[in-house]
């Protein structure tokens, strides 16, 4: 009996192993093809198309992206200290209102949660926004256009929290420290964010790649103060107007001229890895959080 | 609405409506600064969806301009290919449903089953992909199936003896790419929910079952899926409101707006994206996203009111 | 009602021309004294006491108004922006006192950007219409009026002394002058093939003795020649790609047809004879285009990935990808390419130059509808398309930091300057109000923007020229027709299908997206536009 359970779990481990190496690898090789041809001579990359055993290798783009000239160096920095603040800034909230909306007692808990719900379904659409933005708070180029607008909190990351709240934090631990004398406050603090540990990692790491990734707040607020440039702006910049530049017929005569002013594929490719780069280093410390919950869950029980 | 669980507290008695107010207090305050944000982020610019229904001219404003009914709505049904660009959209938005939910919930289980270092490694490259734009994506699928340099082609087929195949100019194989890309970009952090969900079920549930002898796959079928039950439905319906909505990236820069592969690649969004792409007009792009949000909105209304009479706990609200 | 309009134009104009008459034409003069305050004589003296008077008003009053001028560039503000901005303004504050900013912006972003900031009503009083399209600009109330009040007339008469009078037709729409053209090529040579000297000696082809005279820098020629040469090029180098065309311009660059409205669904196809409003896709010249496509496709001359490649085509003749492409041909053009290129390149041009009726309403300078003082912006505007050392600032930069003069005469890159890190080198002097009073740049030569008007006024042109279509009416039909298009356009324009089968096919398509219904409307609105202009 105990002889066949060991045996099972061996079995399912080689299963599980041999699927996530598969899956891991399809993951992988294009992400190796991104590496390599990002570290591949232009002109062999355009005569040859990708390849993962390069004609010429080369460092140029990279040494493209390093030099002084460019601003890759400090739209990292931005990057960086914008994922920071607006995901301590955006997990709270969330995490807050969440909590709220988990109250079963709570009278207007219905209202608000549509509320809540509705704002995933209908906006206002761009321009609105925009003059929102712009004209009443008047944060057009400046930092708190990258931070504020759209991706602070949004409804599917507060009905996730919601939802493990009402089901990972059970009422009843609630209940008996109400009963010892602790106060809302208390109780969300001591017990519920504790408890709640697996999913705040989780909205964490949801909220700090929405701002990682997030090129459209530089793109619409950000036209004179090129030096807010987040990573992704500058990215998506060069892709956008490759982009406008082989779509647009209007400006078609002046199109080969405009192409020559925008850095090469191996630029695109090398700005993509230096892009996807933080998450590796950042991520070990979300598992972390993750691995916390399951102690912490089998305490709860 | 939600009030019936706590029926009891109702009852007229003034103390416990008083004590009801003393424990409510501090979790509005709690909700205060996200519902700020709400209504600073989504509600303010809400009344802008006039826009959908104006004859907009800049000196006049959003609102002072004229009305003008429903014509901005025209060109999103006025073409033979309004059935083709829904179903593509509604079509592709189901099997992403249904593929990337099944895929999800299966990685997440082999994870949080899984013991050993490797699984980090594992769960942090699977999350990789998510972050690339739809553009290097593009670049990247195209290394694959490019005509004359592709992998595919030249790297599979040819040693197979195979003929290459004009991958952007077949149409056939396209809903199966589009497919896989979408389950390949999003896997890792489509898993990451459920995972998270998994991690905080009761231990003690699986240690009860293993001494009664329950395998592993009983385990799974018996205890975990059901207590995924209702992040599934949740995050479904969640789905479904956005059902008339398509990843622009995916259907647009992924296929490389590849004419021939129009019949399975053009949705809403690419539709109206081609149109007004010289016409540049404001209120056309409104009109479309009002009328996505709309069918959104009755969908999940719908859903949510079925959901409710099956299952009142798994309810959005 | 337009015919008054046009009156009061000529009626400047005449003036201007009589007074720049002994300057021998208006571009090439130096200007450097403003425009505005030596007007003041004969049949515009109202005009420049206009003029002069906000001038010394705005001066006396001590309060510079601003006046913000936008455009846009490939890559985003230079870094030189503001400074470049602030000569700039010390020009304006002591010409014309008002101050004056840039605000540029990259071409993907432009468009979005500039209808936002349109519309809620951000400080922008002058700006180029380019990608945001002149139409829909129209539509949106985006643009002044320059007529109103006269504005043009009284504070624009430099701009008047710049064109003739059907150059700034083009963007009249109604009684209402909504936009000033740039100077810039408006016509292109149809159908131009550009090779490498390297590629045409390899294969023995004799272009020297093909030019018509010594200085011509373009070999006219014949597809049959092209035809030929491809040939050759193909059997010596079968490993690169014989020939490309970038998908976007195949028709408005290689078609001797007019595109009127701005779309091609219902063109001019014999632009230079006849108003009639027909289909491109069943005439003539579009089916010899495709077949021809189609055989070369067929050939092996054309890549299988031509459809999804987005490597400009000099990129691919720099990486030794590509022996052979379309350009549309202007002056200066061999030297433009074989700079893109990096290897000189021989110009082979097959159909005519030709105008068409969206020459001068592609890119004009317009002023925003909300601008708080547009007698300050005309101003401006005027001082543009007049003052030398403006134009140069716009189109080059600093003198010493930017560029410096060559000993002959043209401007070169200062020392230790390159295009990759001068603080402003923009590319897009095409944009630029007046590129012609800025100089020539080394490798041009001296006299480019004589060549570049003579080039204009010699190319054929349409009948329809200064027709500007509004078919917001129609754009349910016309959101259906270019999904349609798009789904055949590549295709068949770079010869990958049979243009016998899938052109009669995509025209059914068309025909169900409601082709006839545009094109009756487009005819309609051109019918009655040539019976106002007297066009026959």
């Not at chain 2, 259907?251 to 007004?276: C, E, H, K, M, W």
């Not at chain 3, 060559?406 to 890190?421: I, K, P, Q, R």
């Not at chain 3, 052109?503 to 536009?529: C, F, H, R």
Request: with cysteine; hydrophobic share 45%.
């Amino acid at each position: 009996m105990n002889n066949t359970h060991i045996k099972s779990e061996r079995n399912f481990q080689i299963f599980a192993n041999f699927i996530m190496i598969i899956v891991t690898l399809c993951s992988i090789i294009p992400l190796i093809l991104l590496l390599i041809s990002s570290l591949t001579d232009d002109s062999a990359l355009i005569r040859n198309g990708y390849s993962f055993i390069p004609e010429k290798w080369s460092l140029s783009a990279y040494n493209y992206i390093f030099t002084s000239g460019n601003s890759v160096v400090h739209a990292y920095g931005i990057s960086i200290i914008l994922t920071i603040v607006g995901t301590v800034c955006g997990l709270t909230i969330t995490t807050l209102l969440a909590y709220a909306l988990s109250k079963k007692f709570l009278p207007g808990r219905g209202v608000l949660t549509f509320l809540v719900v509705f704002t995933m379904l209908f906006n206002g659409g761009l321009v609105p926004t925009y003059m929102n933005y712009s004209n009443v708070f008047n944060i057009k180029n400046t930092f708190f256009a990258l931070l504020v607008p759209g991706l602070m909190m949004n409804a599917f990351n507060i009905m996730m929290m919601k939802s493990y709240f009402v089901t990972g934090v059970p009422d009843e631990i609630l209940e008996a420290a109400y009963i010892d004398g602790a106060t809302e406050f208390q109780a969300f603090f001591k017990i519920a964010l504790p408890l709640a540990k697996p999913i705040i990692a989780t909205i964490a790491l949801f909220i700090g790649i929405g701002y990682w990734n997030d090129w459209m707040n530089g793109y619409i607020y950000l036209t004179k103060r090129t030096d807010l440039f987040s990573i992704q702006n500058l990215l998506n910049r060069m892709i956008q107007n490759i982009q406008f530049l082989t779509q647009n017929s209007t400006v078609a005569s002046q199109a080969s001229i405009g192409l020559a002013a925008i850095p090469a594929v191996s630029v695109r490719m090398a700005m993509a890895v230096v892009g996807i780069l933080p998450i590796i280093i950042v991520y070990p410390f979300i598992q972390k959080n993750l691995v916390k919950g399951i102690t912490l869950g089998g305490v709860k029980g | 609405m939600a009030e019936n669980a706590n029926a009891p507290a109702q009852k007229n008695s003034s103390a416990k409506r008083a004590k009801l107010l003393k424990r409510s207090l501090p979790i509005y305050i709690m909700a205060l600064p996200g519902l700020i944000y709400l209504f600073i982020n989504n509600y303010m610019p809400m009344p802008g969806i006039v826009l959908a229904f104006k004859n907009y001219k800049a000196k006049d404003g959003i609102y002072g301009s004229a009305w003008a009914g429903m014509k901005n709505f025209k060109y999103l049904f006025a073409t033979q290919d309004a059935f083709i660009i829904t179903r593509n959209t509604i079509g592709y938005n189901l099997v992403f449903i249904i593929v990337n939910t099944c895929f999800a919930i299966f990685i997440a289980i082999l994870l949080s089953e899984l013991v050993g270092k490797q699984k980090n490694i594992y769960q942090s490259v699977i999350l990789l992909p998510y972050l690339l734009s739809a553009v290097i994506v593009s670049y990247l699928v195209f290394a694959f199936l490019s005509a004359e340099n592709g992998f595919v082609n030249n790297s599979i087929l040819k040693p197979l003896g195979k003929d290459p195949i004009s991958w952007y100019q077949t149409k056939q194989y396209w809903p199966f790419i589009l497919v896989f890309v979408n389950l390949w970009k999003g896997i890792g952090y489509n898993c990451i929910i459920y995972l998270s969900t998994i991690i905080g079920f009761d231990r003690g549930l699986y240690e009860a079952a293993a001494i009664d002898g329950a395998s592993k796959l009983q385990q799974i079928t018996k205890i975990t899926l059901p207590l995924l039950r209702p992040t599934v439905i949740m995050l479904t319906l969640m789905a479904v409101g956005r059902i008339f909505y398509s990843d622009f990236g995916l259907f647009y820069q992924v296929p490389q707006n590849s004419g021939a592969l129009f019949s399975v690649t053009n949705t809403i969004d690419t539709y109206v994206y081609r149109g007004l792409l010289e016409l540049g007009d404001i209120t056309m792009s409104s009109a479309a996203g009002v009328y996505q949000s709309l069918v959104g909105f009755i969908l999940i209304m719908a859903a949510n009111l079925t959901v409710r009479r099956l299952d009142p706990d798994s309810a959005l609200f | 009602m337009k015919k008054k309009l046009m009156a009061l134009l000529l009626c400047g104009l005449m003036g201007v021309t009589t007074l720049a008459g002994c300057g021998g034409g208006s571009s090439s003069g130096s200007t450097d004294t403003a425009p505005a305050t030596e007007t003041a004589e004969g049949g515009e003296a109202e005009a420049g006491d206009a003029a002069a008077q906000a001038i010394a008003d705005r001066k006396a009053s001590g309060d510079m108004p601003t006046v913000v001028m936008a455009f846009m560039n490939f890559v985003g503000p230079p870094a030189g922006m503001d400074r470049i901005a602030a000569d700039i303004s010390a020009i304006t504050e002591e010409e014309l006192g008002v101050k004056f900013q840039l605000q540029i912006m990259d071409s993907a972003s432009y468009s979005q950007n500039m209808k936002l900031m349109l519309s809620s009503g951000e400080q922008v009083d002058l700006f180029n219409v380019v990608s945001i399209g002149f139409m829909p600009c129209v539509n949106n109330g985006y643009l002044y009026d320059m007529n109103e009040d006269g504005l043009l007339q009284k504070y624009g008469q430099g701009i008047l002394g710049a064109f003739r009078e059907d150059e700034l037709s083009g963007t009249v729409v109604g009684d209402a002058l909504y936009g000033i053209p740039v100077k810039k090529d408006d016509a292109a040579g149809q159908f131009g093939i550009s090779i490498p000297v390297e590629y045409l000696d390899a294969i023995g082809f004799d272009y020297a003795s093909m030019y018509a005279s010594e200085d011509d820098e373009i070999i006219y020629t014949d597809i049959e020649t092209i035809d030929g040469i491809l040939a050759k090029l193909h059997e010596q180098y079968p490993d690169k790609t014989t020939f490309f065309m970038d998908k976007s311009s195949i028709v408005s660059q290689c078609l001797v047809i007019d595109s009127v409205g701005g779309d091609n669904f219902g063109v001019l196809n014999d632009p230079m004879n006849s108003l009639e409003v027909t289909d491109l896709f069943s005439g003539e010249q579009y089916m010899n285009l495709c077949r021809q496509m189609y055989k070369w496709n067929q050939a092996g001359y054309i890549s299988k990935d031509a459809v999804t490649e987005t490597n400009a085509t000099t990129t691919q003749i720099k990486a030794g990808s590509l022996c052979a492409y379309k350009t549309a041909t202007k002056p200066g053009i061999r030297q433009q390419e074989s700079n893109l290129c990096g290897t000189p390149v021989i110009i082979f041009q097959i159909g005519p130059d030709f105008k068409k009726s969206t020459a001068y309403n592609t890119m004009p300078w317009a002023i925003n509808s909300q601008t708080k003082d547009p007698v300050a912006a005309m101003q401006v505007l005027n001082l543009c398309y007049t003052d030398e050392r403006v134009a140069k600032l716009l189109c080059w930069g600093e003198e010493g930091k930017e560029y410096v003069y060559t000993e002959d005469g043209h401007l070169t890159f200062a020392d230790g300057v390159d295009a990759s890190n001068s603080e402003y080198f923009q590319n897009v002097n095409w944009q630029m109000p007046n590129q012609f009073i800025a100089g020539a740049w080394e490798g041009d030569p001296l006299n480019i923007w004589e060549n570049m008007q003579e080039f204009n006024d010699n190319a054929e042109a349409t009948k329809a020229m200064g027709f500007t279509w509004d078919n917001s009416e129609y754009s349910a039909e016309y959101t259906a027709l270019v999904n349609v298009y798009n789904e055949y356009q590549a295709q068949l324009e770079l010869g990958f299908v049979d243009p016998d089968v899938a052109v009669p096919e995509m025209l059914e398509k068309l025909k169900a997206a409601g082709l006839d219904t545009y094109m009756a409307a487009k005819q309609e609105a051109l019918n009655a536009w040539a019976a106002e202009n007297g066009v026959a």
